[in-house]
């Protein structure tokens, strides 16, 4: 995860990974759009590559980290990214879901009262015809 070469200190992206609380995808995507970035703001270049590995100058790292947390505000949530869950909404005690599921039918009811849902949501009238057409045809077999 960290090692010296060159007399300095250079880091893998698991290393990055914990030091920031980012997760892997995360990190791949600060490097691969690195160009996109003011100079300041940009993900440190490989520094060498050790068994397939890349490794980072952990200076270089540690500068943009401090950087990153002043511009993009994560230094507010002591955070990189999304909080760990099961990407149903489950961050921990489930609360996440329940919160999800009720903003949902907010904007389901609202739709509705538009008239841009039909009664039952997920189900347009030519689905209702299908289901229908496969019913009678089931019956008659």
């Excluded at 329940?98 to 903003?103: E, K, L, N, P, S």
Aim: one cysteine or more; aromatic letters at 8%.
């Amino acid at each position: 995860m960290r090692r010296i070469v060159d007399g300095r200190w250079v880091v893998s992206r698991a290393w990055v990974m914990e030091h920031t609380g980012a997760s892997a995808a995360t990190v791949a995507r600060w490097y691969a759009q690195r160009e996109q970035y003011p100079a300041e703001l940009r993900f440190p270049q490989v520094a060498c590559t050790l068994d397939r590995t890349h490794y980072y100058v952990q200076e270089d790292v540690e500068a943009f980290w401090t950087a990153w947390k002043e511009d993009v505000g994560t230094g507010r949530l002591q955070a990189a990214g999304r909080p760990p869950g099961d990407g149903r909404g489950n961050h921990g005690g489930g609360h996440g879901r329940a919160q999800r599921d009720r903003a949902v039918a907010v904007v389901i009811k609202e739709l509705r009262a538009a008239g841009r849902v039909p009664a039952r949501h997920g189900r347009t009238s030519r689905t209702r015809a299908r289901r229908q057409r496969t019913q009678l045809a089931a019956r008659h077999e």
